[in-house]
């Protein structure tokens, strides 16, 4: 079975600054991964994923993250944040020929302070 | 775009009480999931489907049962309701894999709370 670790549950940063939100999977099989973002009292939004191929993937909203298989880590960062970026980010692993299922972590609440 | 919606945004229910949620998706997606939320534990899999009238167990199917009769609908019964079910509901949908993505679309949300 694989699990996925968020290091932190909550990360407070002021506007402006660069911010990185730490994810950590285990898996004895390869995996797709995801990040989602959940703004307050909405559903969970697709930020970006890795499949396959270059391991830096870029997403919405400026984000981008990087897949390193032998630290099996896929740490998300943001060089400038904003207000708007407040949030619930959470980390996600998929395995293959899983039927799509989704392991989460446990979240991740990413607080922008002016 | 994809479109999941429920049928609540809010509920309130007493204890023992039978509870439908309901969700919709617009896509013709073959996979539908339940999963509640609740702090520090992330989203946890209640259950799962892949096709009309299939079902499959997800992490934490105590409790709950589904029910999908149409492909858009995947229902989530809460058949006597305890307080250790109050928490946030979130439906989603997928394709099947191997067509091309991998990704859920999720509804709303649904905060359930029973008391």
């Known amino acids: 079975a694989q699990s996925v670790t968020q290091l932190d549950s909550q990360v407070p940063v002021f506007e402006e600054a660069p911010v990185e939100l730490r994810c950590n999977y285990s898996s004895s099989v390869s995996v797709y991964l995801f990040w989602y973002v959940q703004y307050p009292n909405q559903g969970l939004q697709l930020l970006l994923k890795y499949l396959s191929g270059s391991t830096l993937v870029k997403g919405i909203n400026g984000f981008e993250a990087e897949f390193n298989k032998s630290q099996t880590s896929f740490h998300l960062r943001k060089p400038s944040v904003h207000i708007s970026d407040t949030a619930e980010y959470f980390c996600a692993v998929s395995v293959y020929n899983a039927g799509n299922m989704l392991t989460f972590g446990g979240g991740t609440r990413l607080m922008v302070k002016p | 775009d994809v479109k999941v919606t429920q049928s609540s945004r809010y509920l309130v229910k007493r204890t023992g009480e039978k509870v439908f949620l309901e969700c919709v998706q617009d896509?013709?997606?073959?996979?539908m999931f339940w999963y509640r939320q609740d702090p520090g534990l992330g989203l946890r899999l209640i259950y799962f489907?892949?096709?009309?009238?299939?079902?499959e167990k997800g992490d934490i199917p105590e409790g709950y049962s589904v029910s999908r009769e149409k492909k858009e609908r995947f229902s989530l019964i809460l058949e006597s309701a305890s307080t250790n079910q109050t928490s946030m509901y979130l439906c989603a949908s997928s394709l099947i894999p191997g067509q091309g993505k991998y990704e859920q679309y999720f509804g709303p949300g649904t905060r359930l709370t029973v008391t």
């Open positions: 489907s892949y096709d009309v009238k299939m079902k």
């Open positions: 896509m013709d997606h073959e996979n």
